[in-house]
């Protein structure tokens, strides 16, 4: 781990402790060329069932893809800057508690709404209107990206 001070690639780790749940690990390290104190922490990776999509193809559930799209949804919004983190956080604890080896696609929309819903309605409609007539993962986040008003022509309102 380089130094942030010096960047010297020489650095101890002095202390090292998990939170209480233990899912994150923290280090306390200093580096031995300048002396300065920093802090890493390291989480567990997750255990996450894979995500069968529509026509029955699996691909690994993409934390990435999820958080574009509810990034999206959430424009403009008053949203506090990490609520959309811990929403997935949220999310992916559900999935993860399922301790299934394969979860659809459409379950995890579920688990996402029902969560978006107590975060901010019109995001919640944003990414309900989209995901009710998609299934798909990657399908309702591309079309999140269409109904945004920066890349979107305008659409008729239609019925799911
Ligand atoms: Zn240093």
Same mark, same amino acid.
Not at 63 to 69: Q, T
Not at 79 to 82: A, D, F, R
């Given at each position: 781990m380089r130094c942030p001070k010096c960047n010297a690639d020489n @650095? &101890?780790?002095? @202390?090292?402790r998990a939170n209480q749940e233990g899912s994150v690990i923290r280090r306390r390290?200093?580096?031995i060329t300048c002396g300065f104190r920093y802090t890493t922490y390291e989480r567990f990776e997750r255990h996450l069932p894979r995500v069968v999509k529509r026509d029955g193809r699996t691909e690994a559930f993409d934390? $990435?893809?999820? %958080?574009?799209?509810l990034t999206i949804a959430c424009q403009k919004r008053p949203?506090?800057?990490?609520a959309i983190d811990r929403l997935i956080d949220d999310v992916m604890d559900d999935v993860e508690a399922l301790n299934a %080896? $394969?979860?659809a696609s459409a379950k995890i929309g579920t688990l996402v709404m029902e969560r978006l819903r107590a975060l901010d309605p019109v995001a919640y409609v944003r990414f309900a209107s989209v995901y009710s007539a998609f299934d798909e993962?990657? &399908?309702?986040? @591309?079309l999140i990206r269409a109904i945004t008003p920066a890349s979107a022509p305008k659409r008729k309102p239609r019925r799911a």
């Open positions: @650095d &101890q780790v002095v @202390d090292t390290r200093r580096c934390r $990435e893809k999820l %958080a574009r799209g949203i506090p800057g990490n %080896a $394969e979860v993962l990657s &399908q309702f986040i @591309d």
